[in-house]
Antibody, heavy 122, light 107 residues
């Protein structure tokens, strides 16, 4: 059974950065897109970007292009999302999720991490 | 970005009711329309993918339909465990985008 396990909650100051990890186990890793999404209070789900580990390059939503870096480590089957220049509006639950099929991003997301709460406050 | 508009944003219904939630895309997304169920404090769960394929673990009272820009999720006979928030999502083009959600509450 595929599992995605994320790192724990973070409390950050405005202007700082946060890095969230997503460990994938129980299934293939390299050829499946891992997406990062967030759900802010009172807002909808937002897709931030993703990575197909075998290709190694992140694919980002324009809104986050300047502030987000998504990476993957094949040796540990772990994906990472780093968000910089944090502001209060970045307070949200951040999720990683895996595509239902390999080979691209135009896929539904069938396995999700448990979510990581990132709180940005001075 | 493709805009996804769900309606209604909230819905009160009773056990046994037939319920339909609609989702409209701002442009054609072919069959790349997915539905998720989310309960409080939990991650979303994939419910239906590519318009009408039911994800393993969900009962057949859930069904999806539509094509192009207009889609629907139907629950044929509501059960207590179905009260949740439902989101549509397009995975046709990047960035993937979601509807604002429909909160299904018990009447």
């Amino acid at each position: 059974q595929v599992q995605l396990v994320q790192s724990g909650a973070e409390a950050k100051k405005p202007g700082s950065s946060v890095k969230v990890s997503c460990k994938v186990s129980g299934g293939p890793f390299s050829s499946y897109a891992i997406s990062w999404l967030r759900h802010a209070p009172g807002q909808g789900l937002e897709w931030m970007g993703g990575i197909i580990p075998i290709f190694g390059t992140g694919n980002y939503a324009q809104k986050f292009q300047d502030r987000v870096t998504i990476t993957a480590d094949d040796s540990t089957t772990t994906a990472y999302m780093e968000l910089s220049s944090l502001r209060s509006e970045d307070t949200a639950v951040y999720y990683c999720a895996r595509a239902i099929e390999d080979g691209g991003y135009a896929r539904a997301l069938d396995y999700w991490g448990q979510g990581t709460l990132v709180t940005v406050s001075s | 970005d493709i805009q996804m508009t769900q309606s209604p944003s909230s819905l009160s219904a009773s056990i046994g009711d037939r319920v339909t939630i609609t989702c409209r895309a701002s442009e054609s997304i072919s069959v790349y329309l997915n539905w998720y169920q989310q309960k409080p404090g939990k991650a979303p769960k994939l419910l239906i993918y590519t318009v009408s394929s039911l994800q393993s673990g969900f009962p057949s009272r859930f069904s999806g339909s539509g094509s192009g820009t207009d889609f629907a999720l139907t629950i044929s006979s509501l059960q207590p465990e179905d009260f949740a928030t439902y989101y549509c999502q397009q995975s046709y083009s990047s960035p993937q985008t979601f509807g604002q959600g429909t909160k299904l509450e018990m009447k």
